[in-house]
């Protein structure tokens, strides 16, 4: 919770609201091989959220693809390891989007 004083000097008013949860976020990544491991926090407790990839940085969200699909743990964290690293491609770029 917070306090939203935005009319304290209209009126005198102050009033709690709910302050904004944290993103989810990477803690620890790791490459292997052609093995990606990520590892996460502050997702929504057992929510969903989809792993995007692009070779490209500078592309709308929308035209990333997705890499795989998988659910927060009760406590908002995330552990994933799939084979999608390309030796072909110099660099990729990942993002976490939740559901």
């Known amino acids: 919770l917070a306090w939203n004083t935005n009319n304290l000097t209209v009126n005198g008013s102050i009033s709690v609201v709910s302050a904004a949860a944290p993103a989810p976020h990477f803690t620890k990544i790791g490459i292997t091989g052609t093995t990606l491991t990520i590892q996460g926090t502050n997702g929504t407790s057992n929510g969903q959220y989809v792993l995007l990839q692009s070779t490209n940085l500078a592309l ?40």
Request: net charge positive; aromatic share 12%; no cysteine.
């Open 60 to 99: 709308p969200l929308n035209q990333w693809s997705p890499a795989l699909t998988n659910s927060f743990d009760s406590n908002g964290n995330f552990n994933l390891s799939t084979n999608i690293v390309s030796p072909n491609n110099p660099r990729e770029f990942y993002r976490l989007k939740t559901q």
